[in-house]
């Protein structure tokens, strides 16, 4: 605890029960001593037995060091469940001895007839009492009806809104659409009123007419424009897929890839690399790092998160937005832009995360577009799960891939693969690595970041249209 300053330091009040919730330390600075102090007693002799003498006190102190780091108790205790269960007359029965297994138990152990304990890992974020201001009631305009919410959807209703109105397509539905909604064209037409940004524009119809389906991080790679004019130019030329092979991607208007088998190459492959103990190597010994891991969680009062800061509109018309000056060193051209290895996979190349979203069309490696490629000419259905592609075609692709991953990592860390057995069929294969992870360790040319988390966490772009 001592060694990452991030994290509190926690006191357990019993340390030998699993579902005991801690009381967390702040760490502050200080300039303070520690003394060593003794009292020394030294009783007199006593003459006559009617007077009581009072003994001789002395004090010796002695510095021993400066403590510079010190650790207080502020916050409140978390609430304590214990495990115990309640009978029909009311008695408390400990269920310590039944779920918790302190040495090797039988098949019975796990087999009896117990009631239902699930305690919940946290019961509150904050260990410090603050104020709740409430929102007074929102004053609609006249004429303004609730809108109507069916019985199977009641969270949310302050999300109903899409202020950049994007259009979202699902596989299975029917039509497609050939335009962009009027408010998304009078969202992009309010900040388009310079040089730049109808450049931009062109520039992104031009992008579509070569390819008409892009990932985000992909036209980020090709053009320079803001994160936040881009979030008001994508649904003006495009709509989004939720679902089926091409999700998490922008298609053009009025272009269906379910109708047009050579739209296969532009499907998404969500593609993580592959890491396991057995083969030698750990998650923390691989070459991409993980931003945010499991075995390394702090509790989310640990770390204060800086809010981002909100772009108006009278910066998007100026072109700045919250990189302007960040950005002051690059040239407009490429002051937003990315590195094609965001969205382009080459052999003998790592990619820069630990989960990544290609399209078929951008594995740059000839044997996997002889995989992709099989059926070619002889496509007779578009399925949700491999679209145009033979069955199987995803698993194909990343046993490849992770073949060609793990033979980078074998000729950059040789050590971690000296004991490394592989199996009966030849093809090493690695356990998943779950999550969506980011390289923290990026260099300082590396473009401009948009957004706080994972540059290709696309599965969650449609947050921020929603």
């Known amino acids: 605890i001592y060694a990452d300053p991030a994290k509190r330091l926690e006191l357990y009040f019993r340390p030998k029960d699993p579902y005991c919730h801690p009381v967390c330390a702040n760490r502050f600075p200080t300039s303070t001593m520690l003394l060593r102090v003794r009292r020394r007693t030294k009783k007199k002799q006593q003459l006559d037995t009617e007077e009581q003498i009072q003994p001789e006190v002395q004090f010796e102190m002695e510095i021993l060091g400066i403590v510079t780091t010190v650790y207080k108790f502020q916050g409140m205790s978390d609430f304590q469940y ?25 098949e019975e152990f796990f087999n009896r007839d117990l009631p239902l304990y699930i305690p919940p890992p946290i019961f509150s974020r904050l260990d410090t009492p603050i104020d709740y201001f409430y929102r007074p009631d929102i004053q609609h305009r006249e004429g303004y009806n609730n809108p109507q919410v069916s019985g199977e959807n009641l969270i949310g209703l302050s999300r109903a809104r899409r202020p950049h109105n994007a259009i979202f397509v699902n596989f299975d539905d029917e039509e497609i659409p050939t335009k962009p909604l009027d408010a998304a ?76 088998p050579e739209a296969k190459i532009y499907q998404v492959l969500d593609f ?65 832009k990315l590195k094609e290895s965001i969205y382009i996979f080459r052999e003998g190349a790592l990619p820069p995360y630990r989960q990544m979203f290609y399209q078929l069309c951008d594995l740059n490696v000839e044997s996997l577009q002889k995989i992709i490629h099989r059926n070619d000419g002889t496509e007779s259905e578009c399925t949700e799960r491999d679209g145009w592609c033979l069955a199987k075609t995803s698993d194909d692709l990343r046993d490849s891939m992770s073949l060609m991953i793990k033979q980078i990592i074998r000729s950059t860390r040789p050590a971690l693969f000296s004991n490394t057995t592989s199996s009966e069929d030849g093809k090493e294969q690695l356990a998943y690595e779950s999550g969506e992870d980011e390289d923290d360790e990026e260099e300082e040319e590396e473009d401009f970041k948009p957004s706080d988390g994972s540059e290709n966490e696309m599965e969650t772009e449609i947050l921020d249209y929603v």
Not at 82 to 105: F, I, N, R, W
Not at 200 to 205: D, N, P, S, T, Y
Not at 294 to 313: A, C, D, E, R
């Open 272 to 336: 993580r690399i592959r890491c396991g103990m057995k083969y030698g190597y750990a998650a923390t010994d691989m070459p991409v790092k993980a931003k945010r891991s499991t075995y390394n969680y702090s509790l989310p009062i640990t770390v204060k998160k800086q809010g981002s800061h909100t772009v108006s509109v009278h910066d998007l018309k100026q072109g700045l937005g919250t990189a302007g000056t960040s950005g002051a060193k690059k040239s407009p051209s490429s002051r937003y």
């Open 185 to 260: 064209v009078q969202n992009w037409k309010k900040v388009c009123t310079n040089p730049v940004d109808k450049k931009v524009e062109e520039e992104l119809r031009k992008l579509f007419e070569v390819r008409p389906v892009w990932s985000r991080n992909a036209v980020k790679a090709n053009i320079s424009v803001h994160p936040d004019k881009l979030k008001l130019l994508l649904p003006y030329l495009a709509y989004y897929m939720l679902t089926g092979p091409w999700r998490s991607l922008w298609v053009r208007f009025g272009y269906d890839p379910r109708k047009h």
């Open 82 to 106: 214990l495990a115990m269960h309640s009978g029909p007359d009311g008695k408390q029965t400990s269920m310590y001895d039944k779920v918790l297994m302190l040495k090797p138990e039988k």
